[in-house]
């Protein structure tokens, strides 16, 4: 629901931190459609089909519950303090009160001329959690004030279109492309009412969104930095490679993985657009040389950059070689090489100066953890790599695989967590054996969290744990397996 004051402001929220999809984004208040909604009166809905019917009474049900803003005919004859109490019972889990017989008590109902229709955008299918969502433009009615309560949502702010658009082009609000083409929109226009053309045809706006199917084909989550997702030949439980694109009149294309012909096709269908618009890409470069990141590379015909490390277990040409602290001059603020080894011996990074936004590679992924997989993966140094990233005082990650993280910091604090307590299961492990014991003997007892199916790959970052607490001296390695060091007990 795009809530709008007469003055052209807007109602903008946060979400919450902890949710799982689009944690610590900007947005608009929204949710999903209830199986009550059906039941919700509604009127003025004839040209409504039997799928939007309910979108809208939920529409009207959610801006209540999340704004507190009763957006019907009549709403001033409901008191404050019951607002308050049947709000609460809303949101209560599992809730407490229907939103539809609330209305009928009151004689009130849905006016759905209230809520024009503003769009409609599915999630594209790389991201893990996926949503067919309308959206509807609500006029602030009279009297009417939004309150936003923690919970879901972090804070919320009547703002002008233009200075959200500001603020998401300084790096400090992420935006999906639904958010940003709706901003952009209704800054474009003379009215809210204006905007609506533009709203329900984001193909026909003069910035021209690439669309299929209400998928858009291209996501810049900030400006200067643009997502393509691409199917790969990579590990579960990932599917996609997230392919970015950083820059504004010159593009680096970061980590063009595909190796399938019709993935790459639709790279190379993103990059004309946006070299007929004036953004022309410059060079590839690649976080590492793992298959599911090198795979397109060459066929875009660009110059390659790279580590040292990883040209040289490469079978093509790199180009330019990117030291420690090496810088790309390109979009608002510009681009500096980390070197952060760990997942592979040359594995880089990328820091945005200003926002913080840190291209991640494999470091990090947006959903579970990553593999460190011996003798190119090396666990001491992917913990160093880790301690070095959260001294850069890292904003939003953009991991290879799965969705953005906008809490860098507490993501990277999490993993080091994670990976320091399963040492301490690792250590548990060996302590239980009488001799010395193989990585595939020790996996059910240190990966209890882990299926069975997928057990080898456990295994491999469990043999990076071994070999770091032999370093440490706490273990002690056996031929293939490995035992105990004496006066190296796990704490209780």
Same mark, same amino acid.
């Given at each position: ?9 807007? *109602? ?50 959610? %801006?209540?519950?999340?704004?507190? @803003? ?7 004859? /409901? ?10 019972? *809303? ?11 609330? *209305? ?33 433009? @609500? ?75 209400? &998928? ?11 997502? @393509? ?23 680096? /294309? ?27 890409? @410059? ?29 040289? %277990? ?44 840190? &291209? ?22 992917? *913990? ?12 939003? &990650? ?95």
């Amino acid at each position: 629901m795009v809530l709008v004051r007469e003055d052209g402001r807007l *109602l903008w929220v946060r979400r919450g931190e902890q949710l799982r999809f689009s944690a610590g984004f900007y947005a608009f208040p929204g949710g999903g459609v209830d199986v009550e909604d059906a039941g919700v009166p509604l009127r003025n809905g004839e040209s409504l089909d039997a799928a939007e019917a309910p979108c809208v009474a939920a529409a009207a049900r959610e %801006l209540f519950e999340e704004t507190g @803003v009763l957006a019907v005919p009549g709403a001033e004859r /409901v008191s404050r303090a019951e607002r308050k109490e049947i709000r609460e019972a *809303l949101l209560a889990r599992p809730p407490t009160a229907s939103f539809g017989d609330f *209305l009928k008590r009151h004689g009130l109902h849905v006016d759905a001329r209230q809520f024009a229709r503003a769009g409609r955008w599915v999630t594209p299918q790389a991201l893990p959690i996926r949503f067919d969502a309308r959206f509807y433009l @609500v006029e602030l009615p009279a009297a009417e004030e939004a309150e936003i309560w923690p919970g879901e949502l972090t804070m919320g702010e009547w703002i002008q279109p233009a200075e959200a658009l500001r603020r998401w082009e300084s790096g400090a609000a992420l935006l999906h492309p639904p958010a940003w083409h709706t901003l952009k929109s209704l800054a474009h226009a003379r009215s809210p009412r204006g905007a609506l053309p533009l709203l329900t045809a984001p193909e026909k706006a003069p910035w021209a969104l690439p669309m299929q199917e209400h &998928i858009v084909q291209r996501i810049e989550f900030q400006r200067g930095l643009l997502l @393509v997702p691409l199917r790969t030949p990579t590990l579960p439980p990932a599917t996609h490679t997230n392919c970015f694109l950083l820059g504004d009149d010159k593009l680096w /294309v970061v980590d063009p993985g595909s190796p399938w012909p019709e993935e790459q096709a639709i790279l190379k269908d993103t990059l004309d657009r946006l070299t007929a618009e004036g953004r022309k890409p @410059v060079g590839v470069l690649l976080t590492h040389h793992h298959v599911d990141h090198v795979g397109g590379a060459q066929v875009l015909g660009l110059p390659i950059a790279a580590s040292a490390q990883t040209a040289a %277990l490469l079978d093509f040409k790199v180009d330019r070689v990117l030291e420690d602290g090496d810088r790309l001059e390109v979009g608002p603020r510009g681009w500096r090489a980390l070197h952060l080894p760990g997942h592979t011996r040359g594995h880089l990074c990328l820091i945005e100066d200003g926002s913080g936004a840190v &291209i991640a590679g494999d470091l990090v992924a947006g959903v579970g953890t990553v593999i460190i997989d011996p003798p190119e993966g090396d666990m001491a140094e992917y *913990l160093a790599s880790l301690d070095r990233l959260l001294g850069e005082k890292p904003g939003a &990650i953009f991991p290879a695989h799965g969705p953005v993280v906008p809490g860098g910091a507490l993501k990277l604090e999490q993993y080091r967590a994670h990976r320091l307590e399963r040492e301490g299961l690792v250590l548990a492990a060996l302590a239980k054996q009488t001799g010395p014991a193989s990585p595939a003997q020790l996996v059910p007892a240190a990966y209890p969290d882990v299926k069975p199916a997928l057990y080898p790959y456990a295994e491999r970052s469990l043999l990076a744990h071994l070999y770091k607490l032999v370093a440490d001296g706490r273990a002690v390695q056996v031929g293939e397996s490995f035992r105990l060091q004496a006066g190296s007990a796990p704490e209780a």
